[in-house]
């Protein structure tokens, strides 16, 4: 990249990057089901990010910014698909516009991890020894349930077993994060 | 409402049989959507924190490097790995407009402008437009887009696949020389080459309608998998179905050919390595073939292949200033 940056250098910009690229992908990924569009989201946030780096104040600011522009992202590309599937494949329809009007819901916070982090690890450490398991092996090391059942020496049917608990006691430990229906914050305001 | 059902579909496990019966139930009560939409939201931040093993950071962060950068600026993306070694090849961005636009508007689409692209022989382009359309260019062809505040419209000499972005207030169309392709929420292959005797529209996805040229009547209205071929000497348009598999090979660098003439495959092999064919005999025009070949692969090879396989002959006569001819017959 070339010139100096007016308010963050080149290390800032590339920390930021190494904090927020990830989970803008993450949250393309889980919304989109598509992880080369996750990609494009994730890059266009930062590329957007780019074009303002001189107007940049503080960190919530770029959390908010990265996070509006990788959400609309999302909803066009899901409304765009729902629109496509309307009329000759109700599943594809069904699965966009609810997937649409999960993702509207969610607020900015998304990017404010570490304070939700505590709580869920809190969540998770309620759950029983196998249950845990599965689910940090499902959450961290990114493994399908055929893998999780294989190297824990399961069935399947077991480890959907405790995905299902594991997501039903969390709902319940953590029903005040739940997300309710927020106007879209704007960031510039 | 069944948690292991929704589990399921959280963690990507679902079966599509198990997504529609799933979604299909969310459909019928509003207290399952509300459901869904907080389980997924509550998913999507707890798995956030995870390790993408997908992800290369460091590569991740070249890309972005690339794209702020003035050069990538032109929206021009050259598919490299099909182009190795053929440096005269580069995709030429024509309009030095839309470098402006991308440097000093991002986000803002003027109401009204244009901009040109090409790709030389021999090389393959893609490009994406400001309203997210995305557009493929097949070796030595042309297109011009002009948007304004009601439409937007592609002029193509050439070959271009489109997948375009839905807009019903700006409808898109596609013109060649004889026809209007208009897009009703697509993804489609045009294929109108000057030098060809017909023009050929394939539906990838979605649906989108064919308009005649002068007076923009509507002829027909294609299906996905369906092929329109225009025949510009008879003026007659004839549909039948195809799989777009083989149409669209050429966007990942490959030549596709099921049991097609050989003048036809020549053809193709023409606008790709800048050569020319010549027929000792017309009957050999007609023999058909079927192959997949590499976009990479040389002109050579490909000739030596044909040799062993259909104990056809060759004969290249180098030129400097005009296109090495190649002569093909039966006999030594």
């Known amino acids: 990249m070339a010139g ?17 690229y990830p989970m803008l992908f993450h949250l393309g990924k889980e919304y989109l089901q598509d992880e080369d569009e ?91 020894e196998n249950c845990r398991r599965v689910f940090y092996m499902s959450r961290f090391e990114d493994k399908s349930n055929k893998e999780i059942a294989a190297s824990l020496n399961v069935t399947v049917k077991t480890v959907e077993a405790h995905m299902t608990k594991a997501l039903k006691h969390l709902r319940k430990e953590l029903k005040d994060y739940l997300p309710v229906l927020l106007v879209i914050t704007n960031f510039l305001n | 409402m069944s948690d292991e059902l929704l589990s399921k579909i959280l963690s990507g496990t679902a079966s599509e049989e198990e ?61 490299t790995r099909i182009w190795i070694g053929r440096a005269a090849m580069i995709a030429v961005l024509l309009s030095v407009g839309w470098l402006a636009h991308q440097l000093w508007s991002p986000g803002k689409q003027p109401v009204d402008f244009t901009q040109q692209f090409a790709s030389s022989i021999g090389s393959i382009s893609q490009m994406t ?39 019903e207030e700006h409808p898109f169309s596609v013109q060649t020389e004889n026809m209007v392709v208009r897009d009703l929420g697509t993804r489609f292959n045009v294929r109108a080459y000057p030098s060809d005797e017909v023009t050929e529209t ?49 966007m990942d660098g490959k030549f596709v050919f099921r049991n097609e003439k050989l003048a036809d495959i020549c053809d193709e092999l023409e606008k790709w390595y800048g050569v020319r064919f010549r027929f000792a005999d017309d009957v050999i025009k007609d023999y058909r073939y079927t192959a997949n070949i590499k976009r990479t692969t040389s002109i050579s090879y490909v000739l030596k292949m044909l040799n062993i396989t259909t104990h056809l002959h060759y004969s290249i006569q180098e030129n400097k200033m005009e296109p090495d001819i190649i002569t093909i017959s039966t006999e030594k």
């Open chain 2, 19 to 79: 997504k529609r019966a799933y979604y299909e139930e969310v459909a019928t009560d509003e207290s399952f959507q509300e459901e869904f939409y907080q389980t997924k939201s509550l998913w999507v931040r707890a798995t956030a924190g995870r390790k993408e093993t997908k992800l290369n950071l460091d590569e991740e962060y070249r890309n972005l490097k690339e794209k702020v950068s003035g050069m990538k600026k032109t929206g021009i993306r050259s598919l």
């Open chain 1, 38 to 128: 996750a990609k494009e989201v994730a890059q266009n946030a930062f590329v957007k990010l780019w074009e303002i780096r001189e107007s940049l104040s503080n960190e919530s600011n770029i959390r908010n910014f990265l996070y509006t522009i990788a959400k609309n992202n999302c909803l066009n590309c899901l409304k765009r698909r729902e629109v496509l599937a309307v009329h000759h494949d109700r599943m594809k329809y069904l699965e966009m516009h609810f997937n649409y009007e999960a993702l509207n819901r969610m607020d900015h916070q998304y990017l404010e991890f570490s304070e939700l982090k505590e709580k869920i690890e809190e969540a998770i450490s309620g759950l029983s």
């Open chain 2, 202 to 250: 394939t539906l990838i996805e979605g649906s989108a309608e064919i308009l005649s040229g002068n007076n923009l009547k509507r002829i027909c209205e294609l299906k996905p998998g369906e092929l329109a071929v225009y025949d510009k000497a008879k003026k007659r348009m004839s549909i039948q179905e195809i799989d777009p598999s083989t149409i669209v090979a050429w």
């Open chain 1, 4 to 20: 100096e940056l007016k308010n963050i250098s080149n290390e800032e910009f590339r920390s930021i990057f190494d904090q927020y």
């Open chain 2, 129 to 167: 437009l400001p309203d997210g359309t995305q557009i493929w260019l097949n070796s030595g062809s042309k297109v011009v887009y002009h948007e304004t505040s009601k439409e937007r419209n592609v002029q193509l000499v050439g070959e271009a696949c489109f997948d375009v972005a839905h807009d």
